[in-house]
């Protein structure tokens, strides 16, 4: 046998061993089920040593509550009638990650008033920065306030979005006051030093429907003392389509996160705040819609 040979035949064993084999039943990695948005953020965030509020929101320093309902908390709308935000990328992510980062925040810009801008001098601005986890304030905090995108788990489209609207003022769906409507907590699955994570907010929700897919919405097992038992159950039917002829996903939105914005022209002097899907500041209203 020649050399030439001998190291053809080395190189082919070396190629098929690099290809894992393929059991039958199993799935390839780009055919796993897909990952709700909420246990990408819980498992990114473990471990962080942010103090966070619902599992990715940063405890507020400047204000006594959960709550952004007063005007400093407010990103101001110009008189061209847009809502501007300026911005700050960190160096360290790569042109891809970057790319999905900008994508995110584009997505607002053409179906609302809001418009990120790169930062110049602002003094208010929002830094997105490779912190420990996912997680951001609740509307404005005044200066430059840190969106965490970490570069090893929450690097992905639906999970920036996200946290972007937290940043504008968002809260969760599953804490809107009507929850106890739509969905039951299953608090007997939850941790006891995790309960407070399910704890109702104080929001204004103008008679707009419970969002089961919103983006800000829970997946059915976040805070589960036992893997894949559901802490949060739709009600009174489990397997409720939403919307029509879809069984519902909790907090797996699809498409592009779900982040399609009907906006409806509302009183520009109203300065309310509420859950999702539905938020009004003094910007115009839009609503959160699957598409």
Known sequence: MTP???????LLLGLSQAQPVKEEGSK??????????????????????QILLEGDLVAPKSRNAMKCWSQSCLWPKGSNGLVVIPY????VYD???RQIIENAMQS???????RFVPRTNEYDYIMVEN??????????EGYGQVLSINRQGCVYY???QHEIMHALGFQHEQTRSDRDYYVRINWENIYSDMAFNFYLQDTNNLNTPYDYGSIMHYGRTAFSMYNGVETITPIPDPHIDWPKGRHVLLGHPEG???????????SSNTNEIMSPPLILLNYDMFTIKLL
């Open 4 to 10: 030439y040979v001998s190291l053809l035949l080395l």
């Open 28 to 49: 390839a990695v780009d055919e796993e089920a897909p990952v709700d948005i909420s246990t990408r953020i819980l498992s990114s965030n473990n471990g962080s040593k």
């Open 95 to 97: 042109g891809w990650e």
């Open 256 to 266: 592009q996160s779900a982040l399609w914005l009907l906006k409806t022209k509302f």
């Open 158 to 160: 639906g999970v920036v």
């Open 88 to 91: 700050t990328i960190s160096n």
């Open 108 to 114: 607002f810009h053409s179906t609302t008033c809001i």
């Open 131 to 140: 912190g420990d986890g996912c997680y951001s304030s609740l509307g404005k």
